[in-house]
């Protein structure tokens, strides 16, 4: 039962590093998410995706690019980073239709991201 | 657009009390309603959701009726363990597939 995998747990980068955060899901979701949650925040949507070759922005897209060359793997990627960019991200995903919206999310681990 | 507004944390409260976590919303259309619960260091799971109106969620104690007409799905439990100390997200989904989450309530249950 892997369901949502991400990788790395942690990281530290320095101020303008580029990195990419790894997604992973196994239940054949159509749908894939990328969130950041700050310090007693709910969670902000950075970008998702309805299916293998179609993203689309969020909340909050500046300063992040996503891919999705498969159903399974939705990796999110930081160019410049910067230490606004600081936050724990969440990758998840659902199963869901345009005719429905009873279909729950489900997330993995989350990454632990410090820009300093 | 679409919203969550959930009760300020954080909530303390002594094992065995009875707990209620306020959220009201606002949505076009016909959301889905959720609670997730977020342990710490660990991603948000699915505590239960109802999906139409007068539709009561429930799991593990928790409860949560949907309620059109005052737009809330607030969260009880009658009796708190201390192993419910958690970080609670009341949060809507519409056809889009796109959900909104509140900003989270902090529970932290004494012994």
């Known amino acids: 039962n892997a369901g949502v995998t991400q990788t790395p747990k942690f990281r530290i980068l320095k101020i303008g590093q580029s990195m990419t955060l790894q997604c992973a899901q196994d239940m054949n979701h159509n749908y894939m998410y990328w969130y950041r949650q700050d310090p007693g925040m709910g969670l902000k949507l950075i970008y998702y995706?309805?299916?293998?070759?179609?993203?689309d922005k969020g909340e909050v897209p500046n300063g992040y690019n996503v891919s999705r060359s498969t159903t399974e793997d939705f990796p999110l990627r930081l160019e410049l980073a910067a230490p606004s960019q600081t936050s724990v991200y969440f990758c998840?995903?659902?199963?869901?239709?345009?005719?429905?919206?009873?279909?729950?999310?489900?997330f993995g681990d989350g990454t632990r991201l410090s820009i300093l | 657009g679409n919203s969550v507004t959930q009760m300020e944390g954080p909530v303390t409260l002594s094992e065995e009390a009875f707990l209620t976590i306020n959220c009201t919303y606002t949505a076009t259309g016909y959301p889905s309603l959720f609670w997730y619960v977020q342990y710490p260091g660990e991603g948000l799971q699915l505590l239960l959701k109802a999906t139409k109106a007068d539709d009561k969620g429930s799991n593990k104690g928790f409860e949560a009726t949907y309620r059109k007409e005052t737009t809330s799905f607030h969260l009880e439990k009658g009796s708190v363990q201390v192993s419910d100390s958690a970080v609670y997200f009341c949060a809507l989904s519409t056809n889009a597939g796109k959900s909104t989450f509140g900003d989270g309530t902090t529970l932290t249950v004494k012994p």
């Open positions: 995706s309805v299916g293998a070759g179609i993203t």
């Open positions: 998840a995903s659902s199963y869901s239709t345009p005719a429905t919206s009873n279909q729950p999310q489900h």
